[in-house]
């Protein structure tokens, strides 16, 4: 099945073994992972359940914040997402600093400090990806707020980093299309990640909706990703309250119901 989900989806009630066996049953390949919970339940553990599963890891999540961690960290979470053969591994900025104002600065200081992580990556033999967020979020959580800023930076940069379609914090981009295509065409697209925007949405971080529950045009924006030339999974992601508070089982059926329908995947 096409469909991968984000472990963050049902975190609150299920542990990443637990996770991993919710995957598995439901005949999933492959699963996007976390590294504070691989370190809930142990490294060994985690490794070996995955492996016996015989399924593969899509997106790591994740490096950072890049503004405040130390260097040995990043390289650490590289090291870790290389023993679980991710294909990708997130990179989160992090906001402005404390008392920072020059956000020109900010981005220039993230761009720099990406082109470090990415020599690191190349030698430790793992992707990375960016993932703009929403422009709601810069101040505390991405500086890069955009995809025309993260293919900018990926054409910089070379080879071995990409970027990742959010719909949550890309479908307001007048320039979505466009940018999906530039991305493509340069083999630059590692995911797709879906869920959807709720109207009121409640709060920015924790008040995500299922797909179909809100007003995103998932179906308009999963044919923009495969007329990009898009042809990898569909990734669950979806950070709510409300459904980190359900039976993790009933909300992956839901999703994958969800996305059948939607994106026409199985
Ligand atoms: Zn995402």
């Known amino acids: 099945m096409n469909i991968v989900f984000n472990h963050a989806t049902v975190r609150e009630r299920a542990d990443m073994l637990t996770f991993l066996r919710l995957c598995s049953e439901r005949g999933l390949h492959t699963v996007s992972i976390w590294g504070d919970e691989i370190a809930k339940v142990g490294e060994k553990d985690a490794l070996s359940v995955l492996q016996d599963s015989g399924m593969t890891v899509s997106g790591y999540n994740r490096v950072g ?21 991710a294909d990708h591994v997130f990179l989160f900025t992090g906001g402005l600093r404390d008392n920072e104002k020059n956000l020109g600065s900010a981005r220039r200081r993230i761009e ?30 991405s500086v890069i707020s955009t995809l025309s800023h ?6 910089a940069l070379g080879p071995g980093i990409g970027v990742v379609v959010d719909v949550y914090h890309c479908w307001w981009d007048e ?6 295509a ?35 045009d998932l179906r308009g924006i999963h044919s923009m990703m495969r007329r990009a030339g898009y042809d990898g ?34």
């Open 65 to 85: 914040p890049l503004n405040a961690c130390s260097y040995d960290s990043v390289e650490a979470e590289l090291e870790r997402a290389a023993r679980f053969e």
């Open 112 to 141: 720099d400090t990406i082109g470090k992580v990415l020599d690191s990556a190349r030698k430790i033999g793992v992707k990375l990806a960016i993932e703009p967020l929403h422009p709601m979020v810069t101040g505390d959580r």
């Open 150 to 155: 993260a293919n900018s930076i990926c054409e």
């Open 175 to 180: 320039r979505l299309q466009a940018e999906i």
């Open 182 to 216: 530039r991305a493509g065409d340069a083999g630059r697209l590692f995911g797709f990640h879906v869920n959807d925007w709720l109207i009121p949405t409640r709060h920015v971080l924790t008040d995500r909706g299922m797909m179909g529950d809100g007003i995103i």
């Open 233 to 266: 999974a569909v990734e669950v992601e979806i950070f709510s309250t409300d459904w980190w508070a359900r039976d993790p089982a009933e909300v992956m059926d839901i999703a994958i119901d969800r996305c059948v329908d939607l994106f026409s995947v199985d």
